[in-house]
């Protein structure tokens, strides 16, 4: 499928103009690595495979290396203690695109401070393995604990407002996923 006003011969001889994997502007197979393979992360590297892409996917738990498998992904075992910590850290952080879908931890005193540190050393992997473009993915509530009703014109994290021009952008924003069912979103 062709969108837009530009022929096939046209596209192969530039570079891909859309950093997104799945653009149709591209029919160029991406390796992509997905940092977290839970309800979100499974279903998207699903269907990256599906689509011809080269996927791997990071895990927390051993046993799930075969359900990745069984969707064409290729499984890793890897942990944000904060530190990246995996046997194959080199082979996953190999890729094109790197999608971060790991959520705040839980059990720990300094959520925000140690899902920070989870980020910059997962940035810091995937700099030094030669990732191009970082996705990341937020499924969890993104207010402040006000105590009170919040809506979109009230609170809430805005990054296209807060740095106009700077390297963060909200790329979607579909709404709320609902419930915890694997591919629901």
Known sequence: MVIGHSNASHRSARPPSSPFPLSPFTSMPRTISILGCGWVGLPLGRALAEDGHRVHGATTTPDKQAALEDAGI?????????????????????????VFTVPPPRGVDDRVGFYKKQLRAALDAARAGGVRHVLYTGSTGVYPPRGRVVTEDRGGLRPYRRAPGGPLRTGARPGALSGRQEGAF
């Open 74 to 98: 290729a499984p890793h075992v890897l942990h944000l203690t904060p530190d990246v910590e995996s046997d194959r850290a080199d082979d996953f952080f190999d890729a094109d695109v790197l």
